[in-house]
Each structure stands twice: as structure tokens, then as C-alpha cells.
């Protein structure tokens, strides 16, 4: 598979689900939360089928995204992530495609996301952990591939909203629905993304607005490297 961007997300962000109990939860992680390999206790509705339901009239509107998409490389931007019972965190997040994304949060949390275009790397502030895994079998891999393709071998487009001045578009990995989704939000006219939805395996659902975006900005590569921060520290302001 070839790997580089998530656009966000991707999340394509990113950003993950995280609740006061997961650190006390056995097989809880933030890792486990991040894997295609998740596993879910209520059938899905299978990609293909859902794909079928996208209408050919959408085709041009999900290029147009698509285009929009594969031209953002680099990115700095604030979000607010809102989890499943209302708690809220908020952060900084930095995207260089193809396949590099840092998400920092706000302290008290020390929460820490690091895609180095190899593996993503997880802190769990909480636990005081962390744990790498292969960008090519993370939900990161949605969005920080240096060719999306909505429709393509992998990932597919289950549903597009259009409305009078946003769109709303749903993804999910073809071979693997079940792992989860990930709705992305636009203004439109011009395009502009706004926020972006992420329903895990489990169907615990959240969600990241991002704002004051700045694009095709400079960032350099040290912003990339993941430093444990139980050895040296891990936050680059």
C-alpha cells in the first residue's frame, strides 16, 4: 500500500478518543483505538453496499474533494476535540504530507500524536506510555497518504451530504468497515475544512473542529521526530 498523507483527520485526525477510564481499562489504549485491527460487536453495513448508494451525480463533487484534499502539504491549525460525554480538550495540530502529522494537546493533558511518515507514535499522558505501530495498519493511513483516492482500492466513500453552503463526507476502509469511520466536514464556496468525525469500533463517537488554519506554511522537520517524554521530553512549541 502506498503510504503518505491521512488529510486529517485525519484525521485525516486524527485526534482520538479519550475517556477517564481508558487508562484503567484493560486493552483500552489509545494504540488499540488507533488500529485497523479493532474489533466490533455489532455487524456493519458493508462498504461496497454503502458505496453503491452514492449517487453518479456525486462523482464530480467527490473529485472536487478529493482534489482539495491532495492539494493541502502542509498545515498548522488549533482544534477542540469533543468526546462521547461532553468532556472537552483542546491542542495544536501540524500536517506535512505525505505521512507526518503532530497533535499536541493543551496541558494539563499530556496527550501526544506523532506521524512521522513511518510509524505513528502514541503518548498516553495518563498511563504515561507509549507505543508505535506502522502508519500503514493505523485509521491514520485514511488520511496522510501522498495520493488519496475516495473511491479507490481501500477507502470509500459511504455517504455525502451537500447542503446549501457545507458538504458532509463519510469514509471507511473497504476491507475493514467495521474498524470505523470518519466524517469529514467543508464549508463551501470557497472549500475550506472545518471539522471532522471519527466513530471508532465501538461506536463511541468523536469529534474535532479545527480552526485558525494556516496553509502551505513553512514547518520544520524536528516537528516530526518523536521524543519520549518520559526520557527527554516530547513537546516542541
Not at 153 to 168: G, H, R
Amino acid at each position: 500500500m502506498n503510504i503518505s498523507l491521512a488529510f486529517l483527520l485525519s484525521a485525516f485526525l486524527f485526534a482520538l478518543p479519550v475517556h477517564a477510564e481508558d487508562a484503567a481499562a484493560p486493552g483500552n489504549s489509545l494504540m488499540q483505538k488507533l488500529s485497523k485491527s479493532s474489533s466490533v460487536n455489532k455487524p456493519a453495513k458493508p462498504a461496497d453496499s454503502a458505496a453503491a448508494e452514492i449517487k453518479t451525480s456525486d462523482k464530480d463533487e467527490i473529485e472536487r474533494l478529493q482534489n482539495y484534499l491532495n492539494n493541502i502539504k502542509t498545515m498548522r491549525a488549533d482544534f477542540t476535540q469533543t468526546m462521547a460525554d461532553g468532556s472537552n480538550a483542546s491542542g495544536k495540530v501540524a500536517i506535512s504530507r505525505p505521512g507526518k502529522m503532530r497533535l499536541e494537546y493543551t496541558p494539563p493533558n499530556e496527550n501526544l500524536l506523532v506521524a512521522d511518515g513511518t510509524f505513528v507514535h502514541v503518548w498516553d499522558g495518563q498511563a504515561k506510555t507509549g507505543s508505535s505501530i506502522p502508519l500503514g495498519s493505523s485509521l491514520a493511513d485514511i488520511i496522510l497518504r501522498d495520493d488519496l483516492k475516495l473511491n479507490g482500492d481501500d477507502v470509500t466513500v459511504t455517504e455525502l451530504k451537500k447542503y446549501p453552503a457545507a458538504i458532509q463526507m463519510t469514509l471507511a476502509q473497504k476491507d475493514n468497515p467495521a474498524a470505523g469511520s470518519i466524517t469529514l466536514e467543508f464549508e463551501d464556496r470557497p472549500l475550506k475544512l472545518k471539522n471532522w468525525r471519527v466513530v471508532d469500533a465501538q461506536g463511541i463517537e468523536t469529534r474535532v473542529a479545527i480552526y485558525n488554519q494556516v496553509m502551505d506554511v513553512s514547518i520544520p522537520s524536528s516537528t516530526f521526530f518523536y521524543r519520549d517524554p518520559n526520557m527527554h521530553g516530547g513537546r516542541i512549541n
